[in-house]
């Protein structure tokens, strides 16, 4: 309690600079007009300018069983959460763990406003509750899209988080433990925050405070565009500790376009591994630079083969645009039309050559499935998996396969309901105890006749290799 007494004049004294900082970036003519009500009000017009397109969201699905409910698999669960209105004819961002699973999705806008005259009293009306559709959703960015059947509603532009800068003044905006229409305020702790070294995702890091039912909900800039959809904190106690993470908008728009286009993100490969040249690869492979992309593996008969790129090239840029890390390359490779074409500078031998690489689709993204199934029809209990039929539709979308029969692992449940290996989104179940599982009523049936602890053996496909798993029954 007394170093934080002794420190307390610094502080305020740090929060009063900063205040004073970003008002003469809003007001950099008029300096008579700097004073603390006129950044306070400009603060207001800025949040009144967002909160019409921020929603709060409340999704209804199911949970798996714990030690208390052990005879009944399943029971409701209601996730709460936030989003953002990214056009006006009702298309919202959210966080895919805020709706993934649930069978009812619920979205309450922010209170209407009649007129354009102020509310007389503080304690405004809630918005309207609209049922919400599931347009798509991305596990690997966390990201979702949903559509409200409403058009001319208020929404917000997505900014380039490549301009984002460390120190940054930012808001988070949403709806913390349920309590609708939020608004907190910090700066930007760092701009790309990779949480392990080999994580794919990279995240805006922010002070502002961010809690659970923040998630989905936009970060804001302080010209009010969206720089980051907020997605999780770091925490001990349950609540901010100053550790916020949001997806950066780049990251934002390529999925919310994709999924917006085509229901789900296709993402588009030239089969290289890009690395990121750090100053100990530069020096033990004696770089010429100690920044930017190294091709770390060229595939086999890929497009990247094909077009002559090798293991040891330099990626300068991919279209003109600078490349400067191995995330940032993949994130840029995202937005890239499949069958479309990319013009890549490299380095090779003190050489800067120009190469032109077709782009295809990875072929191992079973995120792809999850929109083609619901807990009520696809749900396998004994297993905790979303499965699907492996119909001719269903088959072009897969890799080549060893077998043209069984059920194709399309999700995992939230809780698992058994004990032993692991099932896999793509897996391929193809047998159970040598039994052949012609379809989901065949693999129900086959369950059907086993008790409770129980093991059986399940052979599978994954990635085109055969093997067995150990599932024990609960």
């Not at 808001?171 to 702790?189: H, K």
């Not at 800039?221 to 550790?243: P, Q, R």
């Not at 999700?411 to 599982?437: C, K, L, M, P, W």
């Not at 989901?440 to 059907?448: K, N, P």
């Amino acid at each position: 309690m007394n170093v934080m007494k002794k420190f307390r004049p610094s502080f305020a004294l740090i929060i009063f600079l900063l205040i004073f900082v970003t008002a003469a970036e809003i007001y950099p003519k008029d300096k008579s007009s700097l004073s603390l009500k006129s950044i306070s009000d400009s603060f207001q017009k800025l949040s009144d300018s967002i909160v019409p397109a921020v929603v709060h969201i409340i999704s209804t699905g199911w949970t798996g069983p714990t030690a208390e409910m052990s005879a009944s698999l399943l029971s409701k669960r209601q996730y709460t959460g936030s989003g953002v209105i990214l056009d006006a004819n009702g298309y919202i961002i959210t966080n895919a763990h805020v709706i993934e699973g649930a069978h009812s999705i619920d979205v309450i806008l922010a209170p209407p406003r009649h007129n354009g005259s102020k509310w007389k009293s503080i304690l405004k009306p809630k918005g309207d509750i609209i049922k919400a559709v599931l347009v798509g959703l991305d596990s690997e960015t966390d990201l979702a899209v949903l559509k409200i059947p409403r058009t001319g509603l208020s929404y917000l532009k997505l900014a380039d988080s490549d301009d984002l800068r460390q120190g940054q003044l930012v808001f988070a905006f949403g709806s913390p433990l349920g309590l609708q229409n939020s608004v907190t305020m910090g700066v930007v702790s760092s701009v790309a925050r990779q949480l392990s070294a080999d994580d794919p995702m990279i995240y805006i890091q922010t002070d502002a405070a961010i809690n659970p039912g923040n998630s989905g909900g936009p970060l804001i800039n302080s010209d009010g565009y969206v720089v980051g959809i907020n997605t999780m904190i770091f925490t001990k106690s349950g609540g901010s500790e100053g550790l916020g993470f949001a997806v950066p908008s780049n990251i934002v728009s390529n999925v919310y376009r994709q999924i917006k286009d085509h229901g789900r993100v296709r993402r588009g490969i030239i089969g290289v591994n890009a690395q990121t040249i750090r100053p100990e690869i530069a020096r033990g492979l004696n770089l010429a630079q100690d920044w930017g992309v190294l091709i770390g593996d060229v595939s086999p008969e890929s497009p990247a083969d094909k077009a002559g790129l090798q293991i040891g090239d330099i990626i300068l840029s991919l279209d003109g645009k600078r490349m400067e890390n191995g995330r940032q390359f993949d994130v840029n490779l995202y937005s890239r039309d499949i069958n479309d074409t990319v013009v890549l500078e490299i380095l090779r031998a003190g050489q800067k050559i120009a190469v032109t690489v077709n782009v295809e689709e990875r072929a191992d993204d079973y995120s792809k499935f999850i929109q083609f199934v619901t807990p009520e029809e696809n749900l396998i209990e004994q297993f905790s998996i979303l499965a699907l039929e492996l119909t001719e539709d269903i088959l072009k979308m897969l890799p080549s396969v060893r077998r043209e029969s069984g059920v194709l692992v399309a999700a995992r449940a939230e809780s698992q309901s058994y004990r032993g290996d692991d099932f896999r989104a793509g897996d391929i179940i193809h047998t159970v105890n040598q039994t052949t599982i012609a379809g989901l009523s065949s693999l129900r049936r086959v369950l059907s006749l086993y008790a409770h602890n129980e093991p059986v053996i399940v052979q599978i496909e994954r990635k085109g290799e055969m093997m067995y798993l150990i599932i024990e029954l609960r």
